[in-house]
C-alpha cells in the first residue's frame, strides 16, 4: 500500500483510498495515482488487491472472493485503513474497472469510513440474456474485440493535453503470468453481479454518502443494455432519495457516451472525477 502526496508538500484534508485495477500495480499505476495527487492536491492510496501480484495459484482464495464469500474477505484490512485514514475530513473510495470489488465491499460493509465514493466503469457484468454469465472463452473474446477497436479509435476522441505517466519497467513474463493467476482468482467475482447490487444496495441504504459514478459509452466490462439498466434503477433510487428527503446527499450519474475505458489511463480524466466527488456534499459524520 503505497500514500502518493502532492509535490507540493501542501498538507490537505482528503484522502483518495483506490484499488488497483487488473494488471495494476505499483510500477504501472502508482506514477499515474502520484500525478493525481499532483493535480488535485489530495494525498492518493493505491492498494493492492490480494491474489493480483503473485504468480502462485491458491484454490482456497479462489473459494474466498466468490461472490457468496466475498464480504467477508477484506475485513482484516479494516484496521490498516481506519490507522491511515483518521486525520482526514474527506476520505473518497474510488473504484476503476475491476478495482471497484473491493471498494465496493468495504463500503457497502461500512469496514471503514468513507464520506465520499467514486465509480469509474465499475459495472463488470457481461452475462447473458438468461441472466447467467456468458462462458468464459466468450468474455474474453470480447475483450478481445473492445480491445482493438478501442486501439483503433479511442485517439479520435482524446484530450490532446492528457498525457498517461511512464510506469517502472517490468519483465513482461512476470507482468503476464501474474496477470494471469489474477483471471484465475477474480474471475467468479467479476463475471457476477456483485457491483452492480453492491452499488445499488449502497445507493439504497447509505443516504448521507454522496456518490458519483462515471459511465462510459465505450466500457471493457459490461454491455450498453447492462449499463443502461442499471443507470434506469439508480435514477430511480436518486429520485426516491430527493422525495424523502432534502436531508440526503445526492447522487450524481454521468453517463459519457464519447469515453472509453482506456480513459482510466489517463490521470487528467481521473483527477477530473476525483475532483468533482470531493465537491459533493456529504452528509457522513
Known amino acids: ?6 509535490d507540493s508538500g501542501i498538507e490537505t484534508d482528503t484522502v483518495v483510498m483506490s484499488y488497483y485495477p487488473v494488471g495494476g500495480n505499483d510500477g504501472n499505476t ?10 488535485t492536491g489530495f494525498d492518493i492510496v493505491g492498494i493492492p488487491r490480494v491474489g493480483s501480484n503473485t504468480l502462485s495459484i491458491d484454490s482456497n482464495l479462489r473459494k474466498q472472493l466468490s461472490p457468496e464469500l466475498f464480504d467477508e474477505a477484506l475485513a482484516d484490512d479494516a484496521v490498516q485503513f481506519d490507522n491511515l485514514t483518521m486525520n482526514y475530513d474527506r476520505i473518497i473510495w474510488r473504484g476503476q474497472s475491476t ?17 465520499h465514493l467514486l465509480v469509474e466503469d465499475g459495472i463488470n457484468l457481461r452475462v447473458g440474456v438468461d441472466g447467467f454469465s456468458i462462458p468464459l472463452w466468450k468474455a474474453q473474446l470480447e475483450w478481445l474485440k473492445y480491445d482493438r477497436n478501442e486501439a483503433k479509435n479511442m485517439s479520435k476522441n482524446l484530450d490532446p493535453d492528457w498525457v498517461k505517466p511512464e510506469g517502472i519497467p ?6 503476464t503470468t501474474k496477470h494471469f493467476v489474477e483471471q484465475y482468482h477474480w474471475s467468479p467475482l467479476w463475471r457476477s453481479s456483485y457491483s452492480r447490487d453492491a452499488i445499488l444496495e449502497i445507493a439504497q441504504n447509505l ?15 459490461a454491455t450498453d443494455s447492462e449499463l443502461m439498466q442499471t443507470i434506469s434503477e439508480l435514477v430511480e433510487i436518486k429520485q426516491n432519495r430527493q422525495a424523502i428527503t432534502t436531508s440526503e446527499a445526492d447522487i450524481k450519474i ?5 469515453a472509453w475505458h482506456g480513459y482510466l489511463l489517463y490521470p487528467q480524466f481521473g483527477s477530473k472525477n476525483l475532483i468533482a466527488t470531493a465537491n459533493m456534499k456529504s452528509l457522513v459524520t
Open 1 to 6: 500500500m503505497q500514500v502518493n502526496r502532492p
Open 30 to 39: 502508482r506514477p499515474r495515482y502520484q500525478v493525481e495527487a499532483d493535480i
Open 99 to 115: 478495482g471497484t470489488f473491493p471498494t465496493l465491499n468495504v463500503v457497502k460493509n461500512g469496514l471503514v469510513k468513507a464520506t
Open 170 to 175: 517490468q519483465n513482461r513474463f512476470s507482468i
Open 207 to 221: 443516504t448521507k454518502l454522496p456518490i458519483f459514478i462515471k459511465f462510459l459509452g465505450h466500457s471493457a466490462t
Open 254 to 258: 454521468n453517463y459519457d457516451v464519447s
